[in-house]
């Protein structure tokens, strides 16, 4: 997903690097780290506070219910001293008419879209960035990435929130 935007997109891809170079900077600041010692990467879906299974991007969107992305059981805790930055969805499945993608922060709606809007996305295919809706959650912040499938049938797809986790360099096994 990455290589597309860099080899493809470009432009699309400085814009979030040069975000991402902000909000690393504001984690520095926030949890007293010597300068340069933090950076980011895009998230995995083991990692912490997420619950997902390694290098597993798919499952299972039941039809008629909100689900967490990954279809995991509850919202996600930041861990300590990390923040994850949202810039927007990917979605390859069609979630009908009615389906919606949603981010809450701290239990409060913070972005919702169609979830049409980045299956019918064409450039670049499947993903849809907001830059006037990037979330950051900082250390201990509860994030909540809801999915509502109104197909009409259960979607197995891959369906989740464009987004970066920032931390120490060792933490990200960038040392």
Known sequence: MLSMLLNKYPELMNIIKRRLKV???EAERRYNASAGSYWYRFFRPDDAGLGGTTKV???TYSNGA????FALAAAI???????YVTFGWYLDADFGNGGYLQVKKQGVVKSEILALKPYQN?????LYLD???II?????????FVAYNAFGADQICMCFPFMFRIASKSALNLE
């Open 122 to 126: 064409q450039n670049p295919k499947y």
């Open 57 to 59: 991007y798919t499952a």
């Open 131 to 133: 830059f006037d809706a």
């Open 77 to 83: 805790t930041v861990p300590v001293s990390n923040a």
């Open 136 to 144: 950051v959650g900082w250390q201990q912040e509860i994030l909540d």
């Open 66 to 69: 909100e689900e967490n992305f």
């Open 23 to 25: 909000y690393v900077a």
